[in-house]
Nanobody, 117 residues
Framework: QVQLMESGGELVQPGGSLRLSCAAS????????MGWYRQAPGKERELVAT???????KYADSVKGRFTISRDSAKNTVYLEMNTLKPEDTAVYYC???????????WGQGTQVTVSS
């Protein structure tokens, strides 16, 4: 199994920046994709950004040009760099990892990002 631990969420003003981190442990060699979802109050969880072992990335249209997903293989950590934050980016951000032949999905506990003045 894969365990995930997010960090970095906090209150930030509109136009500000944050970097979220997601550290993976456990069966990390079986991971074939990692990324971030977010869920705002009263809304469904939505994909924000994803990173495959093959190196490809995908972003939600609402964050393209503002968010960047990256990884540090030596630290088994995936990052989400968020710039030009908007109030509508306010949500709980969840890290996920798909592992094994059946792409079993593991989730982190979530980290709160609040964009407000």
């Amino acid at each position: 199994q894969v365990q995930l631990m997010e960090s970095g969420g906090e209150l930030v003003q509109p136009g500000g920046s944050l970097r979220l981190s997601c550290a993976a442990s456990g069966s990390i060699r079986t991971i074939n994709a990692m990324g971030w979802y977010r869920q705002a109050p009263g809304k469904e969880r939505e994909l924000v950004a994803t990173f495959t072992i093959g190196g490809s990335t995908k972003y939600a249209d609402s964050v393209k040009g503002r968010f960047t997903i990256s990884r540090d293989s030596a630290k088994n950590t995936v990052y989400l760099e968020m710039n030009t934050l908007k109030p509508e980016d306010t949500a709980v951000y969840y890290c996920y990892a798909d592992s094994g032949l059946r792409a079993r999905r593991s989730w982190g506990q979530g980290t709160q990002v609040t964009v407000s003045s």
